[in-house]
């Protein structure tokens, strides 16, 4: 009967050591990173900010897209919009597009950011920042340029006003584009 | 001396308005600050000061002073942020085996730690050995055992 009891609690002790086992190795293998260049960015479908519907990055495939990552309470987010907005008029006639992914914020506030600054490339909402989690997001803004097969040509860490990124974002839209 | 009077009262009315409005006890900024999350450094509101934390301080000091309930405040921040925004989980569903698993936990060990208390009380003294009756040896063998044991003394 003590024998039995004993197999028993080994058992379950080794069946404990073994879950919290497979939970490292389950966390450590599902650790998020930035996709790097010339892999394929992950997939996503997220609800515009504006409440019309929801956007899928799969429907743009063939197109090469901008991803912006911002977010209102962001500072340096506001001084890149203005350069953001410029360049999605100069881009768009050439089939490149711009989505904006709003992350961690209100939509309230990501919404009168979006007025303010008088932005009309789509916007999308990543409230729970899920999507931002699985391109390695760590501090907004960051963008990301995907070639016509949605491979990342691009990763910018930074505002694309930034002086060592306003060259390589423009380069970096037009090797997506061609 | 009467109007000053009249304009204080004017006043405190005003500004006591939207107070005695609430219909429940109005919560708390403080409160609410332990119970949310900061979404980007991951603390709880009241240990963070970044943007994102002073964004969502802002939203609740409005909400509460609009005279929302707690509820009513986190509720929309979970639909906004989604349900990790909230520092402990909901008691509903699957997130309920996140308050229960603790205490089985704590149970388990108590209820191994009290078996294991019993089963050591249990266990028997070792016994003194008792006086070798019989060294093994024959009569002859253990005579002469003594003879040769007695000249040393």
Redesign the interface.
């Known amino acids: 009967m003590t024998r039995r009891l004993k197999t028993t ?1 080994q058992l379950i002790a080794f069946a404990c050591v073994a879950g919290l086992l497979a939970l490292l190795v389950w966390s450590v293998v599902h650790q998020q990173h930035a996709p790097g260049v010339g892999s394929v960015a992950p997939s996503f479908t997220l609800r515009r900010l504006d409440g019309s519907g929801r956007v899928s990055l799969a429907s743009y495939r063939g197109k090469p897209v901008v991803l912006n990552f911002w ?5 340096p987010c506001k001084s890149e919009a203005a350069v953001l907005e410029r360049d999605w008029t100069s881009y768009r006639g050439r089939g490149v597009v711009f989505l904006g992914v709003d992350y ?4 309230s ?1 990501a919404r009168r950011f979006v007025s303010a600054h008088a932005l009309t490339f789509p916007m999308l909402q990543d ?4 999507v931002t989690s699985r391109y390695g997001i760590s501090q907004v803004p960051e963008t990301y340029v995907l070639n016509r097969q949605g491979r990342v040509v691009a990763h910018l860490r930074g505002p694309i006003t930034d002086p060592g990124f306003a060259t390589q974002f423009q380069s970096a839209i037009t090797k997506a584009a061609a | 001396m009467m109007l000053r009077f009249a304009a204080v009262l004017v006043a405190a009315l005003v500004f006591a308005a939207p107070a005695s409005a609430c219909a429940h006890p109005r919560t708390s900024l403080d409160y609410l600050q332990g119970q949310v999350m900061c ?2 450094c991951h603390t709880t509101l009241d240990m963070s000061d970044s ?2 934390a ?3 301080k802002g ?1 609740i000091a409005k909400k509460v002073a609009a005279c929302w309930t707690a509820q009513r405040i986190e509720s929309a921040l979970v639909a ?3 349900q ?1 925004i909230l520092a402990a989980p909901s008691h509903r569903g699957f997130d309920l085996l996140a308050w229960w698993l603790p205490i089985v936990g704590v149970l388990a060990g108590a209820i ?1 730690l009290a078996f294991g208390v019993w089963r050591w009380s249990r266990r028997k003294e070792p016994e003194e050995p008792d006086e070798p009756t019989d060294s093994g040896l024959d009569e002859e063998t253990e005579r002469r055992l003594d003879d040769l044991l007695a000249r040393f003394d």
């Open positions: 609690a977010a209102s309470w962001c500072e961690h914020d209100l939509d506030d409230g729970s920042g899920n | 979404p980007t943007q994102a002073q964004q969502i939203f906004n942020y989604g990790a191994v």
